[in-house]
């Protein structure tokens, strides 16, 4: 079993920057692919960003690319997520995922472990 935590959500401006980190226990860590997701209030699960086992493949949203950097660090088994330029529409619960598999997935359903999520909140 695969538990992870978030952790670094909180309250930014318009134009902010803010970074999450996800710990990962309970498998070893570069057997996994990881993700973010969000959801905001009232709306679908929304995918954010994956990588690679080895950190050398990424892929995100479209909403989100250019902006958020998703990144992993095998030796401390966490993945983090950078966001800058944030905006409004980027407030909602961001949640980790992971997954078994090579291919980087990018529906909510394919991820098989989920944290509890940290809530993100940018001011306008």
């Known amino acids: 079993q695969v538990q992870l935590v978030e952790s670094g959500g909180g309250l930014v401006q318009t134009g902010g920057s803010l970074s999450l980190s996800c710990a990962a226990s309970?498998?070893?860590?570069?057997?996994?692919?990881m993700a973010w997701f969000r959801q905001a209030p009232g709306k679908d699960r929304e995918f954010v960003a994956t990588i690679s086992r080895g950190g050398g493949r990424t892929y995100y949203g479209d909403s989100v690319k250019g902006r958020f950097i998703i990144s992993r660090d095998n030796a401390k088994n966490t993945v983090y997520l950078q966001m800058s330029s944030l905006k409004p529409e980027d407030t909602a619960v961001y949640f980790c995922?992971?997954?078994?598999?090579?291919?980087?997935?990018?529906?909510?359903?394919?991820?098989?472990?989920w944290g509890q999520g940290t809530q993100v909140t940018v001011s306008s």
């Open positions: 309970g498998r070893t860590f570069s057997d996994l692919t």
């Open positions: 995922a992971a997954n078994l598999g090579f291919q980087l997935y990018t529906e909510k359903w394919q991820y098989a472990y």
